[in-house]
């Protein structure tokens, strides 16, 4: 996971959101011993900085703001949008139902409760331009006798009379910039939360289910 996590929380047909930074990895003991690793997220209080219906802008969602920044360093059109304030994160969250938010509303993690079943998505961090091996996976080259410097090349691109017919087939893998990317949806179950009335830690961990 990387330094930003949303977890969400569907109970009832209530959903509850929040947005913060992966803090660390840790792990918890329970009463019996048993450890169990865990994730650390903090969480600064949100607020909710727009409400969407499918009246008015065809589809239901709640604007999140987090982290409060200087407005000089936002655009004029989003500093309006989110009421002349500033934050460093923004992100909408869609809703199947019509939201029960409000304008303005904080959302801290007193919003969740141990055993909570949540979903985390994760933003991973740029890491620059990257080879084959680490931006697909690749395992590179042969580590035998009469090998130089193939560890972590890709091998051939084509360029035969086969599959390309002379060229190189649109879409091959090769080295380039290893962008930051959303990770996919996971179900985790909270194992709880301290300091809710401000910066909160949320701490989760993969649910067997």
């Not at 590179?140 to 890709?154: A, I, N, Y």
């Amino acid at each position: 996971m990387s330094h930003f996590a949303k977890a969400s929380r569907d109970h009832l047909h209530t959903m509850k959101y929040i947005l913060g930074r992966k803090l660390h990895m840790t792990q918890l003991f329970d009463d019996k011993g048993v450890v169990t690793p865990v994730t650390a997220i903090v969480a600064m209080p949100n607020t909710v900085t727009k409400v969407k219906t499918v009246e008015s802008d065809g589809y239901n969602a709640v604007q999140l703001g987090s982290e409060d920044q200087k407005v000089s360093r936002v655009s004029k059109a989003l500093s309006t949008s989110l009421g002349g304030k500033a934050y460093k994160i923004v992100q909408e969250i869609r809703h199947d139902d019509a939201p029960t938010a409000t304008l303005g509303e904080e959302v801290t993690v007193a919003s969740f409760e141990k055993g909570d079943d949540v979903v985390v998505t994760g933003t991973s961090k740029s890491k620059g331009f990257q080879g084959v091996v680490k931006r697909y996976n690749f395992k590179g080259g042969p580590r035998s006798h009469g090998q130089k410097h193939s560890e972590r090349e890709r091998g051939s691109s084509g360029g035969g009379p086969g599959r390309a017919g002379g060229r190189v087939v649109m879409g091959m893998r090769m080295p380039g910039p290893l962008h930051r990317t959303a990770n996919p949806i996971r179900r985790y179950d909270t194992r709880g939360s301290s300091r809710p009335a401000g910066p909160g830690i949320l701490t989760w961990f993969p649910s067997p289910t």
